[in-house]
């Protein structure tokens, strides 16, 4: 085991080393539901009791990992327009589309944020967490306007409904063990289990080009 942080930099880099340790378990394991704190500080190199200096409980770790997944995106979307510039509705789309689905823990988190995380910390974590992922969003929308032909309210949209469709299909597409076993005995049943990039890419593309259209149909 590491010995404590003392100084201000080693107690950062110690909060970050949860932080990767989480989601590398969440990759290894199939998901944030099975993550744990004990597992997450032994990966890191610290001691249980050493993992609840940084993180109060599992539920702080995985929204400041979700937190973190807002930044990764931001700069996921930025890298992928450069500067390119009049994408239209079906290409803004591939750009959100590919860069969510670039980031399977993000995704997954999508669904426990809305479900239990901001509700089970302290308001003040949950005031910062949805600060943090307004700001980064909104930079997303600042980003995508300046590169299509897009409108801010038809990102702002589009955005909205990219975060609950990857939340959701994220979730059909990755069954529980479970689940898994039942699709291989009802193969009938397997259509739940969704291809969740290709799914997402389509749903994505139809709602650009629908909330551009039924913007030019009321104007």
Not at 130 to 150: D, F, P
């Amino acid at each position: 085991m590491r010995e404590r942080a003392r100084s201000a930099e080693d107690k950062v880099r110690r909060a970050e080393d949860l932080l990767a340790a989480a989601e590398a378990l969440a990759l290894e394991l199939g998901g944030v539901r099975f993550v744990t704190v004990p597992a997450v500080a032994h990966r890191a190199g610290l001691h249980r009791t050493g993992a609840r200096r940084y993180y109060a409980n599992k539920e702080e770790l995985l929204l400041e990992l979700a937190e973190q997944g807002w930044r990764q995106w931001r700069d996921a979307v930025k890298a992928a327009i450069g500067d390119r510039a009049g994408l239209g509705p079906e290409q803004v789309a591939a750009v959100v589309a590919q860069t969510i689905a670039s980031l399977s823990v993000f995704c997954d988190l999508l669904s426990h944020v809305a479900m239990s995380l901001e509700g089970d910390v302290d308001i003040e974590r949950a005031r910062r967490y949805k600060t943090n992922a307004t700001a980064a969003a909104g930079e997303i929308v600042t980003a995508l306007a300046q590169a299509s032909s897009m409108t801010v309210e038809q990102l702002q949209n589009l955005l909205a409904n990219t975060a609950t469709l990857a939340a959701g299909l994220w979730q059909a597409s990755h069954p529980t063990p479970t689940l898994a076993a039942l699709y291989e005995q009802v193969p009938a049943w397997r259509h739940a289990a969704l291809d969740f990039e290709p799914r997402l890419s389509l749903l994505l593309r139809a709602t650009a080009i629908g909330l551009v259209e039924l913007q030019r149909q009321e104007g």
